[in-house]
T-cell receptor, first 113, second 113 residues
Framework: DQQVKQNSPSLSVQEGRISILNCDYTNSMFDYFLWYKKYPAEGPTFLISISSIKDKNEDGRFTVFLNKSAKHLSLHIVPSQPGDSAVYFCAASGNNQGGKLIFGQGTELSVKP | GAGVSQSPRYKVAKRGQDVALRCDPISGHVSLFWYQQALGQGPEFLTYFQNEAQLDKSGLPSDRFFAERPEGSVSTLKIQRTQQEDSAVYLC???????????FGSGTRLTVV
């Protein structure tokens, strides 16, 4: 049973526009959510996170929104740049998880010049 | 070192062969994680160490998988009698103790033929 789902395997956006990547989860015990970015042949790189006590966290061009009632989070990238082209993974954890992360399947973002 | 180092980067094993994958975490990092990433999927948790203690091995898929971290630094993931379904990228990650955005290595791509 997939506890963290990214239903869009790919997304294509024009440079300068907004990229919105979505993630849904099923486990209400999750209390911390993270986004990772992955380039080919490299390991995932931490991008941004949000605690369940917040509904928004912003870091430069990246903003993560959390809707606990809908068990949904999204990553907004504004403005999108060609260097943002990568696979983005949503991940979740809980206090009783011991640091273990549950990852979604990933969304491949392509930002076209 | 500056990052998490994994070796080898690529490993081709014949079915039935034993393999050992090495992870050098960031110096001083207490927590160490192993994940398995199949093609087109997100990373899946295998096991977690805090120093030399293996606190969670719930993700290891079978008793052919074994991990150790005897001195609380370098870790080895061993797979005995490899099978084709073991083909994946094996990722190691370390953190200073919290689950907040730990650092991944570039992974070892294992192909079982």
């Amino acid at each position: 049973d997939q506890q963290v789902k990214q239903n869009s395997p790919s997304l294509s956006v024009q440079e300068g526009r907004i990229s919105i990547l979505n993630c849904d989860y099923t486990n209400s015990m999750f209390d911390y959510f993270l986004w990772y970015k992955k380039y080919p042949a490299e390991g995932p790189t931490f991008l941004i996170s949000i605690s369940s006590i917040k509904d928004k966290n912003e870091d430069g061009r990246f903003t993560v929104f959390l809707n606990k009632s809908a068990k949904h989070l999204s990553l907004h990238i504004v403005p999108s740049q060609p260097g943002d082209s990568a696979v983005y993974f949503c991940a979740a954890s809980g206090n009783n998880q011991g640091g273990k992360l549950i990852f979604g399947q990933g969304t491949e973002l392509s930002v076209k010049p | 070192g500056a990052g998490v180092s994994q070796s080898p980067r690529y490993k081709v094993a014949k079915r039935g062969q034993d393999v050992a994958l090495r992870c050098d975490p960031i110096s001083g990092h207490v927590s160490l994680f192993w994940y398995q990433q199949a093609l087109g999927q997100g990373p899946e948790f295998l096991t977690y160490f805090q120093n030399e203690a293996q606190l969670d091995k719930s993700g290891l898929p079978s008793d052919r998988f074994f991990a150790e971290r005897p001195e609380g630094s370098v870790s080895t993931l061993k797979i005995q009698r490899t099978q084709q379904e073991d083909s994946a990228v094996y990722l190691c990650a370390s953190s200073s103790g919290t689950h907040y955005g730990y650092t991944f290595g570039s992974g070892t791509r294992l192909t079982v033929v």
